[in-house]
């Protein structure tokens, strides 16, 4: 975009309608590109180094929330314990060794271990346990929902009950199976 | 109104729904953000989208259409700079007829914005940031609207006001 063109932009629209509707092209010279990333590059070293504790967890739990929501939309099956693979990514966010996590939400460290070694499924208070502790950053429905698609395919892929099963179904509908 | 997450088949990249704000009524449109397919490139216009988005092909590129509606209301070329755990806006364009007095629909740019930093929060998570470089009459625009802090000529969000941003944004009724 030339400036010409931003002129024809800015003619048309106030300045606030502009920053609500673009982001314009940097023209900036080599030295100008340089010292603007030095800058960005010092500004947010400074940041980082006076993050608040909370802060920083806060920025490790939104990112653990962002890859289950993005691992529970997508179609694909990472395998059985993912659940138990997110609860102790999320106990690691925290900092905090197992025992004090199960200190903390009232469980016994025996539980806890059941829950992430996929030997027992946590019970629903459980996981809205995990959902106040987070302070409904990672809501007890994104656990639900690991333990749901780990059911589901379970339930889609169990060919051995299916076989066990049949002997149960005295009677199938009759359906012409050419139309299935 | 119940916003519904949708995605396609593709193991590649998850697109989120948004929230959008008819002008008129007030009430809330479900928003799509994805990248931009070639075929897109046949519709977006200079007219419309002002920039030269071909030259873009090569980067991330993303557009931001209303669920159930194909067509673009909005598109976004972002730029990783992984060394300092940041994502650069370099271009965002809302559609011509969707800027100004006589929008329709409001909370395109911010919503484009804030999906920056969402996929700054998923890839950098408690580092994350999110970077432009303003023209400068629009500078203060940026920082009072997005909440963006000043860097040499560039802006930059982070931390309390980065999830502030993802907050205002949400694309579902879980709050974070």
Redesign the interface.
Do not use: W
């Given at each position: 975009?030339t400036h010409n063109?931003?002129d024809i932009?800015?003619a048309?629209?106030?300045?606030?309608?502009?920053?609500?509707?673009?982001?314009?092209?940097?023209e900036?010279s080599k030295t100008?590109q340089l010292?603007?990333?030095?800058?960005?590059?010092?500004?947010?070293t400074a940041?980082?180094q006076a993050?608040t504790p909370e802060?920083?967890?806060?920025?490790?739990l939104?990112?653990l929330?962002?890859?289950m929501?993005?691992y529970l939309?997508?179609?694909?099956y990472q395998g059985q314990g993912v659940f138990g693979g997110y609860l102790k990514r999320y106990i690691d966010c925290l900092k905090k060794t197992r025992a004090e996590f199960a200190r903390e939400i009232d469980i016994t460290p025996s539980e806890l271990s059941q829950y992430i070694n996929h030997h027992r499924r946590p019970p629903q208070n459980v996981l809205i346990r995990l959902e106040l502790h987070s302070r409904?950053?990672i809501?007890a429905?994104f656990w639900y929902r690991l333990l749901e698609k780990e059911c589901l395919h379970e339930l889609e892929t169990n060919m051995v009950l299916r076989e066990d099963q049949a002997k149960y179904v005295k009677r199938a509908t009759e359906t012409d199976d050419a139309c299935a | 109104m119940i916003v519904r997450?949708v995605?396609k088949?593709s193991?590649l990249f998850?697109p989120?729904c948004m929230l959008l704000r008819v002008v008129a009524t007030g009430r809330f449109l479900g928003a799509v953000i994805e990248p931009v397919e070639e075929a897109d490139y046949k519709t977006i216009k200079k007219k419309s989208f002002?920039?030269d988005w071909n030259a873009e092909k090569d980067g991330m590129t993303y557009k931001l259409r209303a669920n159930g509606d194909r067509g673009i209301l909005g598109l976004?070329s972002v730029a990783y700079?992984d060394e300092?755990?940041?994502i650069n806006?370099?271009?965002?364009?809302?559609a011509?007829e969707?800027?100004?007095?006589g929008k329709k629909i409001d909370g395109?740019?911010?919503n484009l914005i804030a999906f920056a930093a969402?996929m700054s929060?998923?890839r950098?998570?408690?580092?994350?940031?999110v970077?432009?470089?303003?023209?400068t009459?629009?500078r203060?625009?940026?920082m009072d609207?997005y909440g963006f802090?000043?860097?040499?000529?560039?802006l930059?969000i982070?931390?309390?006001t980065l999830?502030a941003l993802?907050n205002e944004y949400r694309y579902d009724s879980?709050?974070?």
């Open positions: 975009m063109q931003y932009l800015a048309e629209f106030a300045p606030e309608e502009l920053a609500d509707g673009y982001v314009f092209p940097a900036l100008e010292e603007t990333e030095a800058a960005l590059a010092a500004a947010l940041c980082r993050m802060v920083r967890l806060k920025g490790a939104l990112q929330r962002f890859q929501e993005d939309v997508k179609p694909a409904g950053t809501p429905t | 997450k995605y088949n193991k998850v989120l002002f920039f976004m700079f300092e755990q940041r806006i370099r271009l965002l364009a809302v011509k969707q800027v100004g007095v395109i740019a911010g969402r929060s998923n950098y998570g408690e580092l994350a940031a970077s432009l470089i303003p023209k009459a629009l203060k625009h940026y609207k802090q000043p860097a040499g000529r560039g930059f982070f931390g309390s999830y993802l879980q709050p974070i």
